[in-house]
């Protein structure tokens, strides 16, 4: 083949690929619809003018950050809680996000857990327990937060929620991974009726 012809099919090729990734952009962007594989479970509740969020880590605490807590060490994990609308041409917009840290801290002399949490940098009232049920739960288990306003959402229009769960210390990461990412996901669609 000559070089004219070798250079036309080269530009029919990238034509091809480029072709193929814009198909596959929408699809990439819509999260799957909840499965029962997700890490986190999302449910949501729309009141008195709020969006009320509940998740749960499904698989509660990995066994390093027990350790990590059972040695003395501070543990947390960083929920980011995103309010997003599906588009079909582009990546999805956010509309809303909200970070959710909750801490604990085993003090070995006394036998309790410091528990704290944050959202978006107001705190909670710190708690103590020696349960470690309790513990797990303060970490693992978050019911109705008044994340997100209604007010600027359209009424009969589909969104969903999705949350990303962080580890700190990290929990099995690559140890040279530059980038950060999030632990565990899940995602939950729902119609804003008013």
């Known amino acids: 083949m000559n070089p004219r012809g070798i250079a036309v099919v080269a530009s029919m090729t990238a034509l091809a690929a480029v072709l193929a990734v814009l198909l596959l952009l929408p699809a990439a962007s819509a999260p799957a619809a909840a499965a029962d594989g997700d890490a986190i479970t999302v449910r949501s509740l729309t009141k008195d003018g709020r969006i009320l969020v509940?998740?749960?880590?499904?698989?509660?605490?990995?066994?390093?950050?027990?350790?990590?807590?059972?040695?003395?060490?501070?543990?947390?994990?960083?929920?980011?809680?995103?309010?997003?609308?599906?588009?079909?041409?582009?990546?999805?917009?956010?509309?809303?996000?909200?970070?959710?840290?909750?801490?604990v801290r085993f003090d070995?002399?006394?036998?309790?857990?410091?528990?704290?949490?944050?959202?978006?940098?107001?705190?909670?009232?710190?708690?103590?327990?020696?349960?470690?049920?309790?513990?797990?739960?303060?970490?693992?288990?978050?019911?109705?937060?008044?994340?997100?306003?209604?007010?600027?959402?359209?009424?009969?229009a589909e969104y969903y929620l999705r949350v990303g769960a962080r580890t700190r210390p990290r929990v099995n990461r690559f140890l040279f991974w530059p980038w950060e990412q999030d632990a565990a996901t899940g995602y939950h669609r729902f119609t804003f009726v008013q």
């Open 108 to 156: 070995n002399l006394t036998r309790q857990h410091q528990l704290s949490r944050t959202i978006d940098g107001r705190g909670e009232e710190p708690r103590v327990t020696e349960d470690e049920e309790a513990v797990r739960a303060w970490l693992t288990d978050f019911k109705q937060l008044p994340l997100f306003p209604t007010a600027s959402l359209e009424p009969n």
């Open 54 to 103: 509940s998740f749960t880590l499904n698989a509660g605490l990995p066994d390093e950050m027990r350790d990590a807590i059972r040695g003395g060490l501070p543990a947390s994990i960083t929920y980011e809680v995103a309010l997003r609308r599906g588009t079909l041409l582009w990546f999805d917009r956010t509309l809303a996000r909200a970070i959710v840290i909750t801490s």
